[in-house]
């Protein structure tokens, strides 16, 4: 782990004093990751109607203006980890890689979650 730790502080970008303007999950996912301001097309709230999974996103904003498709039009290397949208379905667009967490079911106690890499269901 110290030489991940070096790598990261030589080659990779500190935010410092960084914030989104929205609490909520989803919404503040497709402003970071959209770069745009909530009112101006991202997800509203939650809820798949509110948008939260992705069909504005996936065919209006993400195909050109994401961070990740401007970063590799500009010759980076992308990937991604994590979770994107609510029940998105796919990996996010941009991205060389990607593994993704889906949220499935949700309880009071507990979370379950279905990954996929690069698209594929499973770890592998």
């Known amino acids: ?3 991940v730790d070096r790598l ?4 990779g ?10 609490p909520i999950c989803c919404p503040s996912r497709s402003t970071i990751l959209s770069g745009r301001y909530l009112h101006n097309g991202a997800a509203l709230n939650n809820s798949l109607s509110g948008n939260c999974h992705g069909d504005e996103l996936r065919t209006g904003i993400e195909p050109n203006a994401t961070f990740a498709v401007l970063a590799q039009q500009a010759g980076y ?11 998105y ?3 996010p ?10 949220e499935k079911t949700a309880t009071a106690r507990s ?7 690069d ?3 499973g770890w592998g």
């Open 89 to 91: 379905g796919t990996g």
């Open 111 to 117: 979370v379950a979650h279905s990954c996929r890499w």
């Open 119 to 121: 698209g594929n269901n």
């Open 13 to 22: 970008t500190k935010l410092e004093n960084y914030f989104t303007h929205t």
């Open 77 to 87: 290397r992308t990937g991604f980890a994590g979770k994107y949208l609510n029940q």
């Open 8 to 11: 990261l502080r030589q080659q």
């Open 93 to 102: 667009r941009g991205q060389e890689e990607s593994k993704q967490c889906i």
């Open 1 to 3: 782990m110290p030489r």
